[in-house]
């Protein structure tokens, strides 16, 4: 049941492992240090990573592991020039990745900076200021207006308004007096109280939720891919390597030739601008999105926007408006809604930081009464009576006193009334949050209505999720509010379906059970997060809270709301720098552009890898001898993988549905493909060896020729998945014309490789465009049998 007051709201409670009660004069010096050096400091543990360690992190993964071998073999044969060509490319994508990482570091600032610095504390029987990270459990500390909680503490005497919207992400602030529990981090926004500190440093709920923050991880759809891909083209071209050199042996070609032949191959086998391919896609969708409102924090979110199928939407602040609103006014016989709302503005205070007494005055600006009384004397809310209370003077000078507060003790002041109990019962269950108003004369106040106040909905929330929907993606509720509250909102966003029984997340928890989760704590969000992920799920988390910070971290795509914490922000993929949620759909389409265009450049990467290795192998066993060098691949790693880059800002198709890496599929799908590509290039070696008998280098060069042009016509086949063709990005044909020109100029003029004639090498481009446009026919059943899409 939502409780009848927003001041009536259930506190927070004590602590089992609390220590005991501290004597009023406070801990001893000697006492403190002691404690201190038991408990340690009340603080966050720095484990910011230096960078120095983060930039060779960045040299230790299986794409720079191939290329560092390949280095170290070039300079074992001496070719100083190809080994700082690969260096430079190692390097290049070292740099890209370093640039764009990070964030997790500042996620845990900003935790930090929350924290109060300094905090007043009894020690040896007299008040002292000192610095928050010297508090212990048991010390004797004052809680004043406009401080932050600087430990988890249990209040002793007095009383105070909380705000720990940035720890609960609840909207409405609490009443505390003895004997209640509050947090670090929490704003002490009226009064003042001192209190007893039951928790310090990462043992405070603050302190675990930072901790969750520091440990959350993920590893990335994107990251996987990578793995996955290397993983496939080094098991398969090893195996074809093993044999090269086999072969070679039986052959009894000399040592000297074996080892420029391998290293060939390793080169050919090296997706060696996969990694920074990945990365610049992200940074260009990042750019665009940015332009919408967006912000990445991280790129790799950018690319699980596409892949994401669960989005775990906050209530407050993110479906909602976080912001209490005046919703129902039932006035009972004898008023009217005006004389209802005059009258509890009369008893709310003007001016004040309480988000109720701001909806009630706001809304009663609305429905003013000309003959409003003259207010005489205010008594703010006491938390012991959940009242608060006006003294006010009518038109013909009558003395009468106004009440507003909790349903039950306000009509406890009045006769009783089954109507009205009935009424309040019926706005209750419908997840609202009740006052009573009574006025009248002291002896004989007569209940003039109540006043029911919400949190509304967004006005886009519910065309967010209806697009989301048809996008794919399934959105839940995921908040701290209670059951009743959560349900109401989820039906008016347009959400159906079951609410979760209260109670610890499952392990495992299909999405599709529920599209509430109600009543849910910082640590379950984040265990929501991992259970999703645990049954297979992409999951978003959308939330503004310092509550939602470790759940924001955990998920592949953490969202965070134009009006969330800084640790909110710094924690999530994304932030939305505009207010409303359309932000997250647009995210979901630029993800699903950038998707495409990683998903050509890898399938791209896996066929060309495939079919180079063998086609090498092909060469040896029709002429006796390697038919490409390593500066000859060398330069195909820099024209062909590094400018077919360019794929980053093709123009694509965004795909209906959530995309998934299907490695599988589409290593089948490169297979296919790179044997045409053999074939073809097989074809124009087999027609210069054997027809037009060229001599060795001439051969090299003609390799080479076959292997580029027909790559570039196999790009082009392959960059729609389901249509024949459809019109390139400006880039990407430069790129494409650049790389042509540029073989072409090497092989006519003989720079790196034995000269051919400029017909060989037109016919070959003449050729190379006929296989292209074959493939592209061959292409589609293939992709649509593998569901490559």
Known sequence: MTPSSPHDAPAPTLDPAAPADTPPEGLSSDEARRRLDQAGPNSVADTAQRPLRRALGKL?????????AAIVLELGLGKYLEAAIIAGLLLFNAVLGFVQEGRAQATLAALRSRLALNASVRRDSAWKI?????????????????????????????????????????????????????????????????????????????GRTAELVRTAHVISSQQKAVLRVVRNLALFNGVVIAALVGYAYFLKMPFAEIIPLVLTAVLASIPVALPATFTLAAAIGAKALAKLGVLPTRLSAVDEAATMDVLCADKTGTLTNNELKVTTIHPLPGFDEAHVMGMAALASSDGGQDPVDGAIRAAAVHSALPDLPKLNKFLPFD??????????????????????????????????????????????AKGFRVLAVAVGPPAALKLAGMIALSDPPRADSAALITELHTLGVRTVMVTGDAAATAAIVARAVGLEGAVSPPGPIPDRVRAEEFAVFAGVLPEGKYQLVQAFQKGGHIVGMCGDGANDAPALRQAQMGIAVSTATDVAKSAAGMVLTQAGLVGIVAAVKEGRITFQRILTYTLNTILKKIATVLFLAVGLVMTGHAILTPMLMVIIMVTGDFLTMSLTTDKVHPSLQPNVWRIGNLTLAGGVTGLGLLLFCSAVLAYGHFTLKLGAAPLDTLALLALVFGSQTTLYAIRERQRLWSRPSMWFNLSSLANVLI?????????????????????????????????AVVKIPLFKRLNIA
């Open 743 to 775: 073989v072409s100029t090497l092989a006519v003029t003989g720079t790196f490789m034995s000269p051919l004639p400029t017909a060989l090498v037109a016919g070959t481009l003449g050729a190379a465009v006929g296989f292209g446009a074959l493939l």
């Open 60 to 68: 230790w993964a299986p794409v720079p592991w191939m290329l560092e």
């Open 383 to 428: 938390p012991a009576t959940k009242m608060a209370e006006a003294t006010v003077t009518d038109s013909s000078g009558a003395a009468l006193r106004v009440v507003k507060g909790a349903f039950a003790a306000v009509a406890g002041l009045t006769q009783a009334s089954p109507d009205a109990s009935a009424a309040a019962n019926e706005l209750q």
């Open 130 to 206: 000192v610095p928050a990270a010297e508090l212990v459990p048991g010390d004797i500390v004052k809680l004043s207006l406009g401080a932050v909680v600087a430990a988890d503490v249990r209040l002793r005497e007095g009383s105070v308004l909380l705000d720990q919207s940035m720890l609960t992400g609840e909207s409405v602030p609490i009443e505390a007096g003895p004997g209640l529990q509050t947090f670090a981090g929490a704003l002490v926004r009226r009064g003042e109280a001192l209190a007893q500190v039951t928790a310090t440093g990462v043992r405070t709920k603050f």
